[in-house]
């Protein structure tokens, strides 16, 4: 079982940046593919980005890539979301999740999620 906390959420004004981290508990993390994922009220919950077992092959939406990038630390057991250039209709609670195979865009695929922080971009 894998536990996944995530932090760093919170408000911030259109243009500004925020970096969100997932701490995974299981000492396996690195086996382990990690998505990020945001859901806002009354919408579905939607990929945002994804990153392999190693840190090697990341994935992104169009619409994120270029202001959105994800890593992660091994060592550290975290994957970090690191979010410049917001935008309102970035509000949303966002989620870490694990994977034990490779990445995906697909929710459904994941295996663990995190209880999600929000994240609020005033305009």
């Known amino acids: 079982q894998v536990q996944l906390v995530e932090s760093g959420g919170g408000l911030v004004q259109a243009g500004g940046s925020l970096r969100l981290s997932c701490a995974a508990s299981?000492?396996?993390?690195?086996?382990?593919?990690m998505g990020w994922f945001r859901q806002a009220p009354g919408k579905e919950r939607e990929f945002v980005a994804a990153?392999?077992?190693?840190?090697?092959?990341?994935y992104y939406t169009d619409s994120r890539q270029g202001r959105f990038t994800i890593s992660r630390d091994n060592a550290k057991n975290t994957v970090y979301l690191q979010m410049n250039s917001l935008k309102p209709e970035d509000t949303a609670v966002y989620y870490c999740?694990?994977?034990?195979?490779?990445?995906?865009?697909?929710?459904?695929?994941?295996?663990?999620w995190g209880q999600g922080t929000q994240v609020t971009v005033s305009s």
């Open positions: 299981e000492r396996t993390f690195s086996n382990y593919a």
């Open positions: 999740a694990a994977r034990w195979s490779d990445y995906s865009g697909n929710y459904y695929e994941y295996d663990y």
């Open positions: 990153i392999n077992w190693s840190g090697s092959n990341t």
